[in-house]
Nanobody
Framework: VQLQASGGGLVQAGGSLRLSCAAS????????MAWFRQAPGKEREFVTF????????NYAASVKGRFTISRDNAKNTLYLQMNSLTPEDTAVYYC????????????????WGQGTQVTVSS
């Protein structure tokens, strides 16, 4: 499956952004999906995942209550709604797909999008 992330940009603290990840290739609905992010000089970190049907989600503590992951299997698209953004959310955001159960480890995700930059100004 090929993944294309979009929707990043520059936003002021307290603002919102919605990221999208368009999938093509093999059946999108059979994959667990996740968002990770990587800030300059830091390792890639887990943000959130969603199972293949969209019923099960999980969030990193740092974004819980502010970010919402969702998917539209009919449109082969994954979303990340980000609210109440802070400068600490500044990073390149990556979507990823796994044919296994979803989790927080990068190694279980076989496919990755190219990343979209999110910058939050104070």
């Amino acid at each position: 499956v090929q993944l294309q992330a979009s929707g990043g940009g520059l936003v002021q603290a307290g603002g919102s952004l919605r990221l999208s990840c368009a999938a093509s290739g093999r059946a999108f609905s059979s994959y667990a999906m996740a968002w990770f992010r990587q800030a300059p000089g830091k390792e890639r970190e887990f943000v959130t995942f969603i199972n293949f049907s969209g019923v099960i989600t999980n969030y990193a503590a740092s974004v819980k209550g502010r970010f919402t992951i969702s998917r539209d299997n009919a449109k082969n698209t994954l979303y990340l709604q980000m609210n109440s953004l802070t400068p600490e959310d500044t990073a390149v955001y990556y979507c990823a797909a796994s044919s296994e159960r979803p989790g927080a480890r990068t190694r279980i995700y076989e496919y990755w999008g190219q990343g979209t930059q999110v910058t939050v100004s104070s």
